[in-house]
């Protein structure tokens, strides 16, 4: 083999290995960047769906360019549960609009950003394993 041959197939066998291992380091810098700890979420809004049942949404930008909204369920008697959380670019959340109303006893909330398809999530059944 000739000598230029070997370096060039150990560069191209080494490629995506590198490509992987750069992919993860940027995830785990991300996820380290949005850590409840150093970046708590800021309450921007509360909802009323029904009596005892309310949707609070919260909001933190932990990175620039990048924001994160959670919108947690409030039901009287019971521990906050998060049931959706979006993270976007900033530009994003300018226009943006959310619904939360019961949908046969559960919550229902939709999420429209522009030049974002609409998005829903849906409070899980009791009998989910939630609890």
């Given at each position: 083999m000739k000598r230029w041959k070997k370096p060039l197939l150990v560069v191209l066998a080494l490629a995506p290995a590198v490509v992987l291992l750069g992919s993860m380091a940027l995830m785990v810098r991300?996820?380290?960047?949005?850590?409840?700890?150093?970046?708590p979420y800021e309450e921007r809004e509360?909802?009323?769906v029904t009596d005892g049942v309310e949707v609070r949404e919260d909001a933190r930008?932990?990175?620039?360019?990048?924001?994160e909204h959670r919108w947690v369920l409030l039901r009287r008697g019971q521990e906050p549960r998060p049931i959706a959380l979006r993270r976007l670019e900033q530009s994003l959340y300018e226009d943006y609009r959310w619904t939360a109303e019961l949908d046969d006893g559960l919550v229902r909330i939709e999420i429209h950003n522009p030049g974002q398809d609409m998005r829903v999530f849906n409070e899980p059944p009791?009998?989910?394993g939630w609890e």
């Open positions: 991300s996820e380290m960047a949005f850590d409840e700890a150093t970046c509360l909802r009323r930008v932990c990175e620039e360019g990048v924001e009791p009998d989910a």
